[in-house]
């Protein structure tokens, strides 16, 4: 029994259920809550009736993992619409049957790229069962997570040291992480050393005191709420930040003079930056020996097949390539680009969007 034991505990969940069909025997070890500590569900179709089969053996349950769940097919006789009204939290009945059960001991919840069938609520769930929880990831396209989500979710789970939340994109909803998200992030969680977020939109709540120019504006106070972030959350170790404004020297040092020093892990994606910030964030942040940048043109300019807007986004690449070669960067900095930046080299002098 104990071989038998140690060769299921490499099974899969759905392996497990058909193994404990074989016999009683097998059926009675199957039932073993140690055999259920880590469930991870990937690239499924799922019921809500399966989750609530699985709930009964997770009173061990610490890590619980969802990616790329979907539900039945749509009927033929029904449009889009009425499927994803249908569909939409049909699998949060099942998950909160197996918060239930497993209650403090769940440690670990991964929630990627489950459409619509869970939505930012199953963070609610989780302040509501899963009180010693540490480390959370919601990754969503169709429901990106809210502020009064965040809100609740670190009123009930005060544990959280790693927080994975950025807009999956392209994003149906793409302005529901707001100003308010970032601030409920810094005011709950001072002790996180792992975060992830994006998509961040401002509204005019925190525009009295910025300059007028839309583009001034939008950088400017996402200075503001990067630096409050910076500030509260002084114990980051890796800090990942996606499709949000360019990250200039000035951002940087307000960054940095906030907090940030014990930074290790700087990963920008689809978010601009100069070369000058990098330089700051270097030397001011003793630990960074981890900073990627994936830029495309688009993250620049609007009109991305311009010959002009091309040239400049070559040179702006150019320069951050340079910066590759600098003593210190080397083995450092690593680069990642999209488009448009192999062919052309000549600058032209164009104001970026």
Known sequence: MQALFCVFMYLDVFSLARAAQVCRTWNRLV?????WRRVSLRNAIVSSKCLNHIAKYCTELSDFSLHGLRGKTRRREEDVAEYLRRTRGSLEEGLEAVMKVAGGSLKKLQVVDCGNLLTDRCLWLASCYSRNIIDVTYISDLDPVGSEVIWSL?????????????????????HKFTNHCAFNIARCWPDLHTLSIGGVDVNSKGLTAIGNGRNEVVIGYLTYLLIRTAHFCGKLQRLELDHMCEITEEVAM?????GLKGLRVLHLTFTPVTPKA???FTSACPYLDDITVRVGI???????????????????ISKLRKLQHRPGFEQKLRLNVDYGAQKLTMPAPLTRR
């Open 278 to 280: 990098l330089l700051h």
């Open 154 to 174: 670190g009123a009930g789970c005060r544990q959280v040291s790693r927080l994975i939340i950025p807009p999956m994109f392209p994003n149906q909803n793409p």
């Open 31 to 35: 039932q073993m809550p140690s055999l």
């Open 298 to 316: 688009s993250d620049y300019y609007e009109d991305t097949e311009n010959p002009q807007h091309r040239e400049e986004f070559a040179t702006i």
């Open 254 to 258: 307000a960054m940095c003079k906030a």
